[in-house]
């Protein structure tokens, strides 16, 4: 563990703070981090978080969500400015606007959205969730699904379901193509390939296994094979060699590079984070008609993904 951990820790314990992580953040946040999981997970967890404060390690909509689920905590963020390419290509003005051109659509969303898309929306869910909570919805709605059209043309294809897809997209999967995918494939034929539902459909159906970033965690723990190509951003690397370091973990190459990076979730680091800690800023607040607003979809999500 480096001094810069070992001070985070001291403080961590000094703040009574709660700190969660997404599985694509930097190795040394994750290592000392008291959760490290994906949005669902961290959404179960933000809710329940028992200490003072919460410092969220992850991108905007997902601190967003952790203040919707308990907004009685102060939450804080390593760098204000992480936001993600999927939740900016759904503006909550041009929702609105589409809504009133098309009203009675049932809005299931992505939990990557901005809160005030979310206070528009019937459901929220994530890709560990995605398949159940449409299948939920009643048959004789129809559904516009938002904002990622590949996670849910992946719905569409599972449930047989027909919806309106929103025209966005991860920049960071958008990146994988069937090409990239096809020859690290071809150079390790004894690995499985795990793919991440915001892949296109052409690199999904190059996949063994196509889930959420948490259930890459639990395919690749109870699979008997020992390698897996991972096709996702590349956090998830640290979390899979940390908890598995007797299988080899290989990082899905793009067309460009070995591996695919989200320059958003890299905006935050160890620093930055102490730093949040020491000086309690930044902090993320909203307003509170849009914690109201957002919050029913939210727990409608939770309780549905419950059982
Ligand atoms: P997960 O919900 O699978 O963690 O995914 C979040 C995300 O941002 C994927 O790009
Ligand atoms: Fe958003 Fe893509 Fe980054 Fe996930 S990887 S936070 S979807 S930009």
Redesign the pocket.
């Known amino acids: 563990m480096s001094p810069l951990q070992k001070k985070f820790l001291q403080l961590k314990q000094d703040r009574k703070a709660v700190v969660l992580a ?3 953040q930097p190795k040394e946040i994750q290592e000392v981090a008291d959760y490290v ?4 997970g961290l959404s179960y967890e933000a809710q329940k978080a028992k200490g003072d404060c919460i410092l969220f390690c992850g ?1 905007h909509f997902m601190a967003e969500t952790a203040k919707i689920v308990n907004p009685e905590k102060r939450v804080f963020m390593p760098d204000l400015q992480a936001g ?1 390419s ?1 939740a900016d290509s759904c503006p909550a003005d041009k929702l609105k606007d589409y809504l009133s051109a098309h009203p009675g659509l049932y809005v299931v969303s992505y ?2 959205c901005t809160a005030a898309v979310k206070a528009q929306s019937d459901v929220i869910c ?3 969730n995605a398949e159940k909570i449409v299948r939920k919805v009643p048959e004789d709605r129809e559904i516009l699904f938002l904002p990622d059209r590949n996670l849910g043309d992946w719905v569409m294809q599972k449930t047989g379901r027909k919806m309106r897809l929103w025209d966005g997209d ?1 920049y ?2 958008m990146e994988f193509t069937a090409s990239s995918i096809d020859r690290i494939r071809k150079e390790h034929p004894d690995a499985l390939v795990v793919a ?1 539902p ?1 892949c296109t459909r052409a690199v999904r159906a190059l996949a063994d296994e196509v889930c ?3 259930k890459m965690v639990g395919y690749c723990r109870t699979s008997p094979s020992r390698s897996f190509i991972i096709v ?2 590349e956090g998830m690397l640290h979390r899979l060699r940390r908890e598995m370091p007797d299988k080899q973990f290989l990082a899905g190459p793009t067309d460009r590079c070995a591996c695919a990076e ?1 320059r958003y979730m890299k905006m935050n680091t160890l620093e930055k984070a102490f730093l949040a800690l020491e000086k309690l800023s930044p902090e993320l607040t909203l307003p509170d008609e849009v914690i109201e607003k957002a919050r029913s979809p939210i727990e409608r999500m939770l309780d549905w993904s419950r059982n």
């Open positions: 997404h599985n694509y999981g994906d949005s669902l991108v993600c999927l939990v990557n994530t890709s560990g991860c960071v999967h991440h915001e959420s970033t948490e996702t951003e989200c």
